[in-house]
Each structure stands twice: as C-alpha cells, then as structure tokens.
C-alpha cells in the first residue's frame, strides 16, 4: 500500500512532467498545436503484413500502408515523425495479458504480480509478437527477482527511513517538493509539498536553510533522512536528459546539486559518474594508448559500484535508459511563479 | 460569457469522499462548496467499507473507520445543497478493486474470464486485481444484495432528502474492456467470431446487470424518478449506452481536456441529444496519483466547452477528499484551495448559458471499433484514441456567414441558445459577423480557450 497525502494537482503534475513530459496536462484548444508538434509515440498494430491499425499520440489514427518488420519500424517514426514506434501483432497483446492471469496469485503482494507481467512481456517480445523502436533496454538481461527488488528499495531508502526533494525555479522560488517515507508497519507514504509548506512554513529558496528545516520536520514527525536533495528544476532536467559522463558529480561538485544527507549509493554513483568522466577526458589525451586501458578501467568502476549503486543491483543502467528517453520525448513544460493557480 | 438575461443554468455537484474527512470539519467544507458555487454534492457511498462478511452489512461501523452517510447527508443539507449518492458497486477509482469488497472480487464464481480461463486482471492503484463478470450470477446476486441494503440504509432516513441514486459501474473507463466484451465466464454464454455478434452479447450481459441492479434498487424503496444508471466511460461510447440512456436517466464520463475542443463538444452534444431522460456529465479535477496528472485549469477547460455544449448537470469528481487523491478543491480540514477559485470563476462565467434537452430521434455518430483489444474502448475513447471525429474541419463559420482572421482556430455552432463560438487553438482570433446578424458590433475577439454565446442582434458576449 502507498498513501499520497498533501499534493495538489500543480506540484503533482510538476514532479511527474519532469519524468514523463510527454503526460504533461493540457487545455483542450491545445489539441491542434499538440497535432502539429514533432515527436511522440506510434502505435502500430499488425497482422501479417498488414496493419490493423496505427494511432500517433499526437495526432490520433494515421495511415500506414503495410507492416515490413521491424527493420521498417525506423523507416515508420522518420514518415509519422515519431520518436518511439512500439508494434503489436494482433492478439499479442490478449496473449500477454492471458497469460499474466493465468500465472498471477491474487493472495502474492503485488509487486510479484509486476514481476510476472515483465516475464510475461519478455516472452512476447522473444515470440516477436511486440517490437519497441529504439530497443532502449539491452537483451538477455535477467529479469530482477524479488529478492534483488526487495535489496534496491533497501538500498536507496531503507525501512524506517525517510528522503526528500526540493526543486526551485530558476527565481529560486519553490516549484515543487517531495517526502517519502518507510515507516515500519505503516504503509509507504508519499507527501507533497503543500503538506511540507504547511508543517514548516514557506521554503526560502535558500538550499541550506531550507533542507535542514524540512530534515528536522521529517525526522521528528515521520522518520530519519536518509537521503535529501535540493536542486533547480531545470537543473535536474537538464542533468537527466545530460549524454556526457561527470554531468552529476559536476554539478554536485559546482553546488548546482545539493545532496544531504549522502547514502553510501549516492556517494558510489557519483564516484562512478566522476570515473567514467575521466576515463572519457583520459581517451581524449591518451588516444589509441586508453582504448587498450579503457575496458578494463570500465570493468572495474562497474565492479566497484556493482554492490553499492541501483544500476549495480539492477545490472542496468537506469540513468542511462531514462536520459535515452527523456532525449527523445517532449520539452520540459517551464513552470514559473505567476502559475500558482492550476 | 454572459449577455445578461436570465437562463435556467446548469447544475453542478461536487463529489466528496465524506468517508475519508473528519465529520467535524464537514459543515465547513460543504458551506466553502456552497460558496463556491456548488448547488449539490455527490457521495460515493463505498461497498468495501461496509459489507463485514458474506452479504452482511453495516454502515455504522465507527470502529472500523466507517463514517456515517446520514451525517453527511445532514451537513449537506444544512448548507443549502443538494444530495445525490451513487451506491456503486464500482463507483470509486481510489479504493481497492473501484470499491467492490476483496471478499467479492477473489471468488472464483465471479471473476471474469479470459480464453485459458484465467482471470482477467485490472491494475487498480498498482495492485493487479481480478476484474468481476457481469454475467457472473455470484456478482449480480452479491452487486444487488449490496445496492438493496444501501438503498434501505438510505430510505432509513428519506428519500425525499436525496436528489438521485445512482448505480453502476461509475463513469470512469477501467482499462480492460474484454472482462465484457470477451468474457468466458461459463454463465456469459457462447462467443462468437462475428463482431457484430459480439457487441450485441457484451450489451446483453451489461443489460442484464444494469436492470438487475436497478431492480434491486426499485424492490429496496428507491423512488423510481430518482433512480439512475452510471454508464462505463463515455456515453457515446458506453457498453450498452443507448439502450441504458432509453430506459435511466445517465451519469456519463466527460473525456479528459487533452482530446479537444471540438471532441468535447460533439461528445457533449451527442450525448445530451440521446439521452431521453437526462445525462450528466462526470468531470475529473485532478488525478489518481496513479494515472496521468490533470491540471485544474484544463479541468474547467473542458468542463467550460462541456457547458457551452448544453450540459445541464456536471459533477466534478473528487472536488473533496481526504486522502489519495491529488487536485482536490477542499484539503482534508475542508480549506478552499487556490485551485477552487477557478471553478467558481467558470460558474460565474457559465451562469446564463442554458442547459440543452434531449432531440427525439436523434442518432449518434458512429464511431469505429475499438482497435486494440483487449483495451476498452471506453477508455481508449476517454483519451481521444477512438477517433470518431472524422468531419474535424469546420465549416460552420462560413456557413454562418462568418469570418476568423485565423484558419481552424475558432469553431461556431448555431444551437437552440444562439450562436457559440469556442477557440479552438493556443492563439487568440477575431470573428467578423459582416452582417451584424450575430456580432452587433461586427467582430469579435477570442481569447485562447474562451467560450462565446450571442443571442442573435439583441444579445452580445462578454
């Protein structure tokens, strides 16, 4: 059970957006801008090699004229001017959800039911029923069992714990905020800003200032930080969509990213960030010499982060898959302070 | 958009989670709703939270956090406004299995069935849950055996102090349409191949339990004139929506603000034209912070062109609520949010626009199959993905005689209430009436997203 509590739909939708852009709200008489804008996601539906149907996100059912593969599904974005294409063969997708209910226990708590669905997808997509353009997700990784999805949670927010997020705008005034707790014996809470605001009075915009009275607020009312970050939004938009190596550590290192308390994970991923960075700079002055170097100096920051960061447990790289995605999906919407209201 | 006359104007109700607030705090939020502009509320009266075990009720049951419904009822009325309870059993997108009792949802004699006999799974709030068989005697026998003794508990305390009861499915669209279309639940009978066939068995099992629960209901004291039918998603694309609107007056999904102006109007105005006995139209103002956020401001967006398109009656769903929800109106101690003033600024800008009645004979567009089984069409249509809007250029400006200083941006529609005009873009535009039939001054200029009425030469906008 996961209980939302002080959010309103202004600083909800502002948090989300900064993942998903793509679900950002919008107005009805921005339905025909939204028609015209590039990128989004094509659906396709097929039958041999006939399509069934193909439905833009932005701009609703589309014609397209046959279905030639999946080495035709890049060919399919670049003509609907797509940045994702997800293709299903007809039927597939009652398949996939027949056999998630066919293999599912109602009385198992429900992120084993998750997991089954994620097994129930891999076999799909190894049945070449669905295909996904770009393939963003490497093949023949491991499905995570509970065990590892159990160790991740307890690695980033441990039971008993609490963390938090406060995101200014670029006027330093407060755009959003965040507390998540794991309270022992009480149900994952999830708390928005307008709680936080309205326990500890207005957020100042000053990191410090501001990050130790919210820390002192959730360690005397919910649980110990472990875990707080205080940053621009637009600075942690541009770090997530950020394709060089060393953009986190630089930022933290620059104070644009404001970590406090730091967990064990964050200081690995950092240290990660910062060797990957300067094996990145290393390549550029040591040419043909580092690429003999390079792999094995790779395999050893893995190695070293393997036990300590997420992406270590996981074995994927998640920063990497969300940055690949947020790279091709819609702007960021700008919030500003006269936007109070919605 | 106001020209000054008198019109009867639009109901309008706001739903509240009566069950998650401090009954303390209740006479101040409903009189902050009054305020508002707020002429009814609409609780959701929550099958979960009242059934013990096996069909044996208890709807005071303080011990288990259970809040009385009277209560409710009582401060509502105290503060001027209308009552109206919708009794399920799926009427609640927040709880677990939309409301209806785990007890319930994990018999095996209820559970809709997929082709391997497995049961169909919905994910509801992140939790995969098994969906019920309409055609399941177990769920009609247990659905009417709830909505019978929550229609008792009610008359207990008098009909006449309630506007309408409604059951059903709640208005929402749950994400699995082949828990009716294709259900091989044994007692759904056989399914055919042929689409057709299909459609017409889904409408037959949804029929079926629609009159069983309104049966109940009727059998349990409910004044026949208040009863209604909560229909799945939108009206024009409900599962046996016509022939549940020819029988009940309907409480209808209003598709969310992101499909358009102009699929918001023709929504509006086919359901309003084909419900004989009166639809309502059930708007969302924020989220379920599982599903995709929805901004206040586009809310009344779309609920603004819903009554610019002749709705008489909108609910805004979740206006008030305690917990697990986002967006809500009223926080939990019944404080007006920032996000309110913008209802209320709509209701003062709707007040003259006059509710539309029901055309005799009047026939909805046909909208194509859903596409991408086994997702409802429901559903696919509540976001805009069940395209039925072919005819999307508008021509009715120069069919009226009128003219846009830009292409596509305004849409005008001649109605029984006179001429309106909605933007229909991000970009402000001016419409020339060149012979001042409409437009007395002979132009008028649009802001993005308003919405204009005139009433012929003796009328104007604001």
Redesign the interface.
Known sequence: M????G????S??RL??IFAPG?A??????????ERAPGGLL?V?FRGTSV??A?HSHR??CEIDGWRGASSMQKLAEQTDAQFVIAVED?A??LL????????D?DEP?RE??LL?VDAVREIVDERKIYFWPDLVPGGLPRPTRTVIDGAADLVLPAGRAAYAILVRDDSTLDAAIAIARPVGAPFT?I?G?RIVGAIGALEGNPRRDMQAVRAWLDRELAPVHVGLHAKTSTIEALLRAEQAGAWSRAFNEGQLVIDPSPPWVVAGLGADVARSAIVAARGVLGTLMDRVAPALESATRVASARATLSGLLGLDVGSVVGSVLRRSSTPTPSSSED??? | MSNGTTAPRARRAAMVRYDTLEPAVLDGGFAALAELGFDAVDFPLVWSQHERSGGRFDFDAHERGARSIHTAIDAARRAGLGVRVRLGPRCVETEAGFGVPRSVL?DAAVMAR????????EPIA?????APSLASRAFIERSCAWIAAATRVLGDHGFGTLESITVGAGSFAPL?G?AIT?DHHPEAGPLSSDPAERVARAERIALGWYDALARAALEAGAPVEKLRCSLIGPRTTAVAGDEIASRFAVDCALPF????????WIEVREAVDSSPLGARFDVQ???A?FA???????AA??AR?ALAAGASELTVRYAWCG?????SLL??KGVV???A??WRALFDECASIAPRAAREGARRTARPAA?????SSAWLAQF??L?HHEERADDTLAALELECDAE?AVLARETDEGLVL?????KPATVRDRRQRWIASGSHAIE??AVSVFRGRSGGAA
Do not use: M, Y
């Not at chain 2, 995709?292 to 586009?298: I, V």
């Open positions: 996961i209980r939302f509590e959010f309103d739909a202004k909800w939708h989300v957006t679900f709200s919008r107005p009805p008489n921005a339905h025909a801008e939204r659906l539906v069934v149907a439905v609703g059912r039927g997708l009652e959800l027949d056999r998630w209910g066919a293999r599912v109602l429900s039911g998750w669905l999830v928005g307008e109070e209201s919605d | 994990d997929n082709a391997r006999r497995g049961a169909v799974l992140l939790v995969p849950t098994a699995r082949d294709a603000a992101s499909v358009g102006t102009e699929a918001l103002c924020g989220s912070p995709r956020p929805l901004r206040n401001r586009d967006a779309a062109v917990e697990g929800w986002v967006g926080d939990s949010q920032r996000v003033h913008r596409w991408l089984a086994p997702v805009g993905l395209d596509g909605l933007s229909t873009t991000t993005p997203g």
